[in-house]
């Protein structure tokens, strides 16, 4: 509910039970306070009878009543049902300063009286205007000493400080001026007589002794409170400087939200002529406008989440759900900034197009451009920043890491707990589904469902919030989920043109994912040469002994990088594989030219190059072993942690017998996880690797594509090349195998290690 808080010395109407209507001055802010509390409630009583109830109209003659606590919004009005069958969450009060009253501090010239327009729920937001702000920190900290003030201190949410004088003002003739501001303004009061008082307005000079003490006491107090300080940028006649600038018009508080306010001085700042209105919608750019209503009060409010809500929360987290982003590689240093340039992109950002496909061959770098946006749109000041929701589809983790499923649980998890005002229905669907039991065991959610919760989420917080999707890696999701998304995301876009306030991005390889309604495009090989060129001379000179070293080796030094550059073809990935194998053999001392041959014969596509590695990095006696880790990091329904990587291998038909009793009884046996990690990253010739979460660790490829060129014919390599040992046979027997056989007898190998460890007599102990 809103309140305009209106003042006037010594005047107070008296109240029928059941509420009061008070009045303030600027030096009693506490006994006024104790008017709209009781002792032992949670939130400040609700004026029945004796408050003038005002409606929506722009014309201020029927606002007879100036001076006291009024009530806007007696009750919620939801057309669209988000929240309906809630009360209210929130209270803003609205406190003016010396020269205004409860309605015209807060009129448009053209009569728009803008506080009946917000639409937020229960508990306190103070929205204070000049002294306003001093009277309400006042106030607030005799309420710390006063416990019958508790309820009021312990419901306050945030306060908004409209152009308030912390510090008081550096210009000289600022009592003067606002005194004239104040007593012009009053003098057309009929109901106040007199001027404003000169005490009150001495007090605002800078360095007053008063404003020290009070920013002093009230200090402690703003650890639970969220403050937001708008600042003015224009001065206000007669004053040739402004009343309150950007150093006085912040409380330098913990994590104090600071918005620059254009174009309005020290009376326009707290005057909105409608939701269009500069000050009232902060730019984000030239198109797109992001409500100050919506934007800085739902992200200073701390709504709390209810049981029900943690409950609703829970059935849709999981574990993993941002493990992808979080480990996807840093952009090299001073690489990925060309992308913020891009035409397409600038497009996109300032509203042109909704919908930017981010594209490229495996291995171009796709990941880490996305992650790389996602981050410099976090460092975007906070005023100015959209909702930005996120999902990284990752091909080598678990089933809700790689499926529709997972990423629009992972959605709404984030867009539930950013946005209070579209739980509604989520939190309804969770209800109905409730009563089936326990998420996770007794019921899932379904795909259609979540679908449809999140398209009409978006479409409704698209009316008053701007936000941007990230979904990484779609073609991940595999080819089917993958089109059956594009036509999902292109249907969501063309719903939300007109909105003009939600942008998604989308990164996936040119094939399977083909987009048949055209959006913006960046091609990613054609952009990251230079990004190339970057990493593979710091690179070399980093890690090779004298590169760069003699002046007359320089220009052939850098035919050398350019020669890499130039077969890399775009592709990130390639220069990374290929860099380590050129630092290697320069540090071993072999020629220039010997390595320009060594490049010729490697491959230019990835997924020829990992087969180079493993026939060129890894011994011929190890094969054997790293077939085995490999089908087991490729197959296994899920990536496995070091230790349980450990005990599959030590249970493979090669080394364990019937009469053992323990599986580190097994030939080869890996004693310790920091082994197996040395271990899995040298038979794999580096192309695992071993990420760390919370704790726990993960077993997987560096990259997708290391993925799909195992399954593709990378197995049937390894099982020719290890003599098919391993696999049953010859390696003139598997010659004639497809791919998908060796796949098949892969995976009947691991089941055979899964059932050999269930038969192990210290498993079966533990039944």
């Not at 002294?131 to 710390?144: F, Q, R, T």
């Not at 054997?624 to 990536?639: D, N």
């Not at 027997?733 to 050999?756: D, F």
């Amino acid at each position: 509910m809103k309140w305009p808080f209106g003042s006037k010395k010594g005047k107070e109407r008296s109240s029928q039970p059941g509420g009061y209507s008070p009045t303030t001055t600027a030096d009693q802010p506490a006994e006024k306070l104790r008017d709209v509390s009781q002792a032992g409630t949670a939130r400040p009583t609700v004026v029945q009878q004796p408050v003038q109830i005002i409606q929506s109209s722009p014309s201020a003659p029927g606002r007879i009543d100036k001076y006291g606590l009024f009530l806007l919004n007696p009750q919620t009005s939801h057309s669209d049902g988000m929240e309906a069958e809630e009360t209210f969450l929130l209270d803003i009060v609205a406190l003016h300063g010396i020269t205004g009253d409860a309605y015209n501090t807060w009129t448009h010239e053209n009569g728009k009286f803008w506080l009946q327009d917000f639409d937020q729920k229960r508990r306190i937001i103070f929205i204070c205007h000049s002294m306003g702000g001093i009277v309400v920190k006042k106030a607030l900290i005799i309420a710390l000493i006063d416990k019958i003030y508790d309820n009021i201190r312990a419901s306050v949410t945030a306060i908004l400080f409209l152009g308030t004088p912390h510090r008081g003002s550096e210009e000289t003739g600022f009592p003067l001026v606002l005194t004239s501001i104040a007593n012009m303004a009053l003098a057309g009061t009929s109901r106040f007589i007199g001027s404003a008082r000169s005490d009150l307005i001495k007090s605002l000079e800078k360095d007053s002794k008063m404003l020290k003490d009070i920013s002093t006491d009230f200090r402690d107090q703003t650890r639970d409170i969220k403050v937001a300080s708008f600042i003015e940028q224009n001065c206000t006649p007669p004053a040739k400087n402004r009343i309150v600038d950007d150093i006085s018009g912040i409380m330098g508080v913990a994590g104090e939200r600071i918005i620059p306010m254009p174009n309005c001085d020290h009376k326009s700042i707290c005057r909105f002529g409608g939701e269009t209105s500069g000050g009232y919608k902060s730019r984000y750019s030239k198109d797109k406008t992001d409500a100050v209503s919506d934007r800085i009060l739902f992200s200073l409010v701390i709504t709390e989440p209810t049981s029900e809500d943690l409950s609703c929360l829970h059935s849709l987290v999981y574990p993993e759900m941002t493990y992808r982003r979080q480990e996807v590689d840093r952009a090299y240093p001073n690489t990925c900034g060309w992308i913020l340039q891009h035409e397409s992109y600038t497009k996109w950002m300032s509203g042109e197009c909704g919908l930017l496909w981010v594209k490229g061959s495996p291995g171009t770098g796709k990941s880490t451009l996305m992650a790389y946006v996602y981050r410099a749109l976090q460092a975007v000041p906070a005023h100015e920043r959209h909702m930005d929701l996120d999902f990284f589809f990752h091909g080598r983790g678990t089933m809700l890491q790689k499926t529709p499923i997972g990423m629009f649980r992972s959605l709404l998890h984030q867009l539930f707990t950013r946005a209070h005002s579209v739980r509604g229905p989520i939190r309804k669907a969770f209800q109905e589904k409730r009563g089936f039991r326990e998420p996770g065991k007794d019921w899932e959610w379904q795909l259609k469902e979540l679908q449809d919760l999140f398209f009409n989420a978006m479409i409704y917080i698209a009316k008053t919030r701007a936000v941007t999707v990230f979904v990484d890696a779609l073609d991940e999701a595999g080819f089917k989920a993958a089109e059956e998304l594009v036509t999902y995301f292109h249907i969501l876009n063309d719903r939300l043109i007109a909105s003009n306030s939600v942008r998604i991005c989308i990164s996936c390889r040119h094939y399977p994912v083909v987009a048949r309604i055209p959006g913006l495009e960046i091609y990613v090989e054609k952009e990251s040469h230079g990004d190339i060129s970057t990493f593979v001379h710091d690179q070399l000179n980093s890690k090779v002994l004298v590169w760069e070293e003699d002046p007359t080796s320089i220009d052939a030094c850098r035919v050398l990088e350019a020669a890499i550059v130039k077969k890399a073809s775009g592709v990130f990935q390639w220069a990374r594989l290929v860099v380590p194998m050129v630092s290697k053999r320069l540090n071993d001392g072999e020629s220039l030219e010997a390595i320009h041959q060594m490049l010729a014969r490697v491959p230019e596509e990835v997924g020829t190059v990992y087969e180079h590695i493993l026939k060129n990095v890894i011994e011929a006696s190890y094969l054997a072993r790293t077939l085995h880790l490999m089908q087991w990091i490729c197959l296994a329904e899920r990536p496995l942690s070091l230790i349980e990587l450990r005990f599959a291998m030590a249970s493979d038909d090669t080394h364990i017998h019937p009469p053992q009793l323990r599986c580190k009884d097994a030939t080869d046996f890996v004693e310790t996880d920091a082994r197996m990690e040395k271990l899995a990253i040298s038979l794999s010739g580096g192309l695992a690797e071993v990420k760390h979460h919370g704790g726990g660790t993960t077993v997987q490829f560096i990259h997708q594509s290391v993925n799909d060129f195992l399954l593709s014919g990378g197995l049937n390599f390894l099982a020719s090349a290890s003599a098919g040992a391993l696999l049953g046979g010859g390696s003139e027997h598997l010659m004639g195998l497809s791919s998908g056989e060796i796949v098949g007898r892969s995976q009947h190998r691991l089941s055979r290690s899964c059932i050999n460890y269930l038969k192990l007599e210290e498993v079966l102990r533990q039944w």
